[in-house]
């Protein structure tokens, strides 16, 4: 399983950007979520989706905000995108997509993407 995340970047207080994870190998069985880390702070998930299409918000801070996707393209490919609307200089962090098990969230993740650096401005 390789996951490679994009989308990142620098952008003004209220504004959006949407992230992407490609997911690669024998994903299909897996839940994808996205997480993020602020510097000398802990790793906090974000959403995730599972292999059926369940979605899993951990923190409180983005329902209304965030949304996450997951798009199949074939047996061995799929992409997870998290759409960020209103986004607050409290979002900025570096955002890491994962493959595991939604509900067990950080300890259920068995593979790593490397991070994309989200900034927000204010």
């Known amino acids: 399983v390789q996951l490679q995340a994009s989308g990142g970047g620098l952008v003004q207080a209220g504004g959006s950007l949407r992230l992407s994870c490609a997911a690669s190998?024998?994903?299909?069985?897996?839940?994808i979520g996205w997480f993020r880390q602020v510097p000398g702070g802990l790793r906090e998930g974000v959403l995730c989706v599972s292999s059926a299409g369940v979605t899993t918000t951990y923190v409180d801070s983005v329902k209304g905000r965030f949304t996450i996707s997951r798009v199949k393209e074939d047996n061995t490919k799929e992409s997870v995108d998290l759409q960020m609307n209103s986004l607050q200089p409290e979002d900025t962090a570096l955002y890491y997509c994962?493959?595991?098990?939604?509900?067990?969230?950080?300890?259920?993740?068995?593979?790593w993407g490397q991070g994309t650096q989200v900034t927000v401005s204010s």
């Open positions: 994962a493959a595991g098990d939604c509900v067990e969230g950080f300890y259920g993740m068995n593979y």
């Open positions: 190998g024998f994903t299909s069985s897996y839940g």
